[in-house]
């Protein structure tokens, strides 16, 4: 199959390099040094989504939110101009099911599947192979496109219906949001009282309290690392959406809803350009406490 690849940042540009690997790719994203990085390294650029579509059996996309994958695809010059019956759309961002669904609906009206496929996992992930991809829609089709996702990582899960793959998602961002905030909250409680952070890292770790944030944000703060390259305002809409969707089906969001406000005031403290980086210092900010130091 021919493939391409729309939306070059760093969780979609990473799962294109990965599929680099094995197969020929078409690239196109907004920003042109993007697109020439990849065309250095083997990628064939495409001036638009459309003429993308024309030569491809594939798109896969990525982008921030799924009104950017609406614009991608049914705007002026977009993928819809060049799709033919019988093409798949393979949307990997973390979007919104609804919105999801109501894309899938209209490209079935003329004979293309759109296939929701986010990731989790990161960058570093996607890199090494190992990242999670959740895939929703006919079975079929999902067949068709599986080899595709093993090429990036052997870590494939059909979810069911068209949509589902972006609640599991959503699902998951939100456990690991929750997570990471109490962490942070109640370690600092610790740092107050006089723990060193080595101290308490090596407790929970081999404690009931372990999770992803202190197995792995933990100890990389201790080593004055980065803990995330994730956007901290695309945890806040992944969150939000989250909340949202519990606010429709009746599932209380108790702790889901504390945790979407504390990721909102961080974005106004700061900014939406900050990562997840950004929780730490909101959390030293307010316990008046240094993790480190």
């Known amino acids: 199959m021919e ?37 250095k390294n083997g990628a064939i650029p495409t001036q638009s989504g459309a003429a993308m579509a024309r030569e491809c059996d594939v798109v896969l996309i990525c982008v921030p939110r799924s009104a950017n994958v609406r614009d991608a695809i049914f705007s002026e010059g977009g993928l819809l101009e060049g799709l033919e019956p019988g093409k ?23 004979g293309i599947t759109l296939i929701d496929a986010p990731v989790s996992g990161g960058p570093a992930g996607a890199d090494a192979g190992t990242i999670a991809i959740m895939a929703a829609g006919p079975l079929d089709i999902f067949e068709k496109v599986k080899p595709l996702f093993e090429s990036i990582s052997p870590n494939v899960f059909h979810c069911g219906d068209t949509g589902n793959a972006h609640v599991v998602k959503l ?34 770790n081999k404690s009931s309290g372990s999770n992803n944030t202190s197995k792995n944000a933990l100890p990389k703060m201790l080593a004055g690392e980065p803990t995330s390259n994730f956007g901290l305002a695309l945890m806040l809409k992944d969150v939000s959406l989250a909340t949202q969707m519990g606010a429709k089906c009746g599932a209380p969001m108790f702790i889901a809803n504390m945790v979407r406000g504390m990721l909102q005031t961080s974005v106004y403290e700061y900014d939406d350009g900050v990562d997840m980086d950004a929780t730490i210092w909101a ?9 480190v130091g």
């Open 3 to 39: 493939l391409g690849y729309i939306g070059l940042g760093a969780m979609g540009g990473a799962l294109a390099r990965r599929l680099m690997l094995s197969h020929k790719l078409r690239v196109h994203d907004l920003r042109p040094d993007m697109v020439e990085e990849f065309a």
């Open 88 to 110: 798949i759309v393979i949307d990997q961002t973390s979007g919104d099911p609804d919105e999801t669904r109501q894309m899938a609906a209209e490209l079935a009206e003329k």
């Open 171 to 204: 699902v998951n961002n939100t456990i690991a949001a929750s997570c990471r905030l109490a962490t942070l909250e109640a370690v600092a409680m610790g740092r107050k009282y006089g723990l060193p952070l080595d101290i308490m890292t090596d407790v929970i």
């Open 283 to 291: 959390v030293e900010k307010a316990a008046d406490t240094k993790f």
